[in-house]
């Protein structure tokens, strides 16, 4: 009888690669459950938080709903659809016939800068408590989920936190505790942890170009001194918590080890697969991506860029002198950009302009709109030279 072979596989083997994964909770990455008030109470509080941010910031409310009137399955889900979407007058309106996963629910709130959530039928990562008398005993029954308490209200006659509530919330005394009619200081912390939640800035260099229309390496070109993509990795150093030469694989010996090298992982995808390449080795942090062939790109429209960023959107860019068309190599590209990107990578595009195009977008008009020239061809060698030595000599 012939021994069967049996493959063993050791403990350290991993099966599937490790991958930095997002900060998120259930839904999004800045959420809060609201528990321990009637429902009611939850949501005029959700309604008063959201109609004050909704101006500046994309907010959004998760609950269960108490209807009975709406728990028969209408319209053609009753038919066996398993999706049904309806462009309704002022809002657009998807059905679904199954329940939604752990990571749909989070490609649903991935735009959203702030998540409320009826935490008496749903969790979130932190919680706002309200303090009421009638609920205690309901409250008690959840105070394993008070996990990340940030914020307590206390609702009228109640002046007193509950004994077991200091009991389980570690550090309950530092907790900021307002009355549940202070909508002004109840406001003003969400607006404040949004703000404190701001994703921190890396700079992307991309310099893996194959430079074919130039006919030599563009990011190895001096025009300042050193070669163009150290000394855009050098300006960006002043705006970016810190900077990344992107290149290809194939590359990564010539460039110079002081600088921080990021090599493609998505690859044969130009540009995109750089910006890809980079959320993939950290998705929390938004990305400053700016080409290396810009010799006219200055100071003062990197700082135009981070005054103006806004995160509410998926992108910060500048308006083309060309085309009005966005730039996507001079732009501050998101978190939330990351998921929007491989959405339409799936789709068959790969054109960071083209997903600028079809997105929620800050576009700004450039204070210097030379500083946007690009250098691709011998010609605008010559142009570029012309320009910078007009700068020299005024």
């Given amino acids: 009888m012939q021994k069967q072979e049996v493959n063993v596989i050791s403990k350290e083997h991993k099966k599937h690669t490790a991958l930095a994964r997002p900060i998120t909770g259930n839904f999004g990455r800045n959420e809060w459950a609201i528990v321990g008030g009637p429902c009611t109470t939850i949501k005029l509080l959700a309604d008063a938080v959201i109609t004050a941010l909704s101006p500046k910031y994309k907010c959004a409310y998760a609950d269960t709903s108490h209807n009975d009137d709406v728990l028969a399955t209408s319209g053609r889900l009753a038919s066996g659809a398993v999706l049904e979407y309806t462009d309704q007058l002022n809002f657009q309106q998807f059905n679904y016939n199954s ?194 062939d810009l010799p006219l790109m200055d100071d003062d429209t990197l700082n135009y860029l981070m005054t103006n960023r806004d995160t509410s959107a998926i992108a910060t860019a500048f308006k083309s002198g060309f085309d009005d068309f966005p730039e996507p190599l001079i732009t501050i590209w998101e978190p939330k950009s990351y998921p929007v990107l491989l959405a339409w990578l799936a789709q068959g595009y790969s054109c960071p302009r083209k997903v600028l195009i079809n997105s929620d977008i800050k576009l700004l008009q450039a204070p210097n709109q030379d500083a946007l020239t690009n250098v691709n061809t011998p010609d605008d060698v010559e142009k570029v030279k012309q320009a910078l030595n007009q700068k020299v000599i005024n």
Avoid at 134 to 139: E, I
Avoid at 168 to 174: E, R, T, Y
Avoid at 198 to 204: C, R, Y
């Fill in 99 to 292: 329940p939604l996963s752990p990571i749909k629910f989070k490609q649903q709130f991935a735009d959203a800068d702030l998540i409320l959530v009826n935490g008496n039928h749903q969790q979130a990562k932190a919680q706002v408590v309200i303090i009421y008398n009638n609920k205690k005993a309901s409250l008690q029954k959840r105070v394993d989920q008070l996990t990340n308490v940030q914020l307590i209200l206390l609702a009228e006659p109640t002046d007193e936190i509950f004994d077991f509530i200091k009991e389980a919330v570690p550090h309950s005394q530092n907790i900021p505790v307002y009355s549940l009619d202070d909508r002004e200081h109840i406001i003003s912390f969400f607006e404040k942890s949004i703000e404190l939640a701001k994703p921190s800035l890396s700079g992307l260099v991309l310099a893996g170009g194959m430079s074919i229309r130039m006919g030599y390496d563009k990011g190895a070109v001096n025009w300042h001194g050193k070669q163009q993509r150290y000394f855009m990795a050098d300006m960006l150093k002043a705006h970016c918590n810190n900077v990344f030469i992107s290149c290809r694989a194939e590359q990564k010996a010539e460039i110079d080890t002081a600088y921080n090298i990021l090599t493609d992982t998505f690859i044969n995808l130009g540009p995109y697969g750089a910006i890809l390449s980079a959320f993939r080795e950290n998705p929390d942090n938004a990305l400053l991506v700016i080409a290396c």
